[in-house]
């Protein structure tokens, strides 16, 4: 009976780390939209409890997982199984969209990914970590934060670097050469770093001086097609697959829609 009430409890956290992801997801994109200081910083509180409570839930899922319960676990070592929060993979989503740059469907690229992922069978051993209007300050904190696996950059490319958000809703260009002294602190950890933005080639290739796997497109890419690539790529990742295999997947995903671009993305 102790293991099906767990599963119950699991089964409903789950459900409400998806309900949670999704309300996360329509304040960040009011939040990107929004240019009143004052609703600027009532929806950027909001985001923060709701953060706040994500990370709460997952902290009582992970236990519940281990055959614990968040208030005491009473699990023993024979009881636990093998894996731990440990062994799942985190997924960092990182989505940038100033004011000043063209709009951009953020907000229905993560939801893709958050459903894939969710639905997959490997759903239970992994997590996906979002942190939207992406300052500098924020992408180095919410690496910190999460210790990710693979850290997925969605937004504007140049051929000079990717844009970030300055912290008043304006564009910030950041340098190859500066993603690359970053990442190259976090090399022990970072499997993958995938930037879904367009010419972004130049920067992955900086990074691959660094982490094992590093995508970049090597063009512009159509907002349709990078969002499709995303749904392919993390299909795969949610079937237990590796690196390679999850970004020839996307590519065939964006022929599956029927769309170009499935040339662009590079795996380095």
């Known amino acids: 009976m102790s293991f099906d009430f767990n599963a119950i409890k699991i089964e409903e956290a789950k459900k409400k780390w998806g309900e949670i992801n999704d309300k996360l997801s329509r304040l960040e994109k009011q939040r990107v939209q929004e240019t009143r200081a004052e609703e600027i910083f009532r929806l950027e509180q909001l985001i923060k409890k709701e953060k706040e409570e994500r990370q709460q839930l997952e902290q009582e899922l992970a236990e519940l997982q281990k055959g614990g319960s968040p208030a005491a676990s009473q699990s023993t070592p024979e009881q636990e199984p093998s894996s731990s929060s440990t062994d799942k993979t985190t997924i960092l989503f990182l989505a940038a969209n100033p004011m000043n740059t063209a709009r951009l469907r953020l907000d229905e690229e993560v939801k893709k990914i958050s459903n894939d992922l969710r639905l ?145 993305p590079r795996l380095l």
């Open 120 to 264: 997959s069978k490997e759903r239970d051993n992994l997590i996906l970590s979002q942190e939207w209007a992406v300052t500098s300050d924020s992408l180095m904190q919410a690496i910190l934060d999460t210790s990710p696996q693979i850290v997925h950059f969605s937004g504007h490319g140049e051929l000079e670097g990717i844009c970030l958000d300055d912290g008043r809703g304006m564009e910030k260009m950041v340098s190859a050469a500066a993603l690359a002294n970053l990442f190259r602190l976090f090399k022990d950890s970072v499997q993958c770093v995938l930037l879904n933005a367009c010419y972004s080639l130049a920067q992955a290739e900086a990074i691959k001086e660094h982490i094992p796997h590093v995508i970049g497109m090597s063009s512009a890419i159509p907002d349709t097609a990078a969002i499709s690539f995303a749904s392919g790529f993390y299909k795969a990742v949610g079937a237990g697959r590796d690196i390679p295999f999850a970004f020839e997947l996307g590519k065939a995903a964006v022929l599956m829609q029927g769309e170009e671009g499935d040339e662009l």
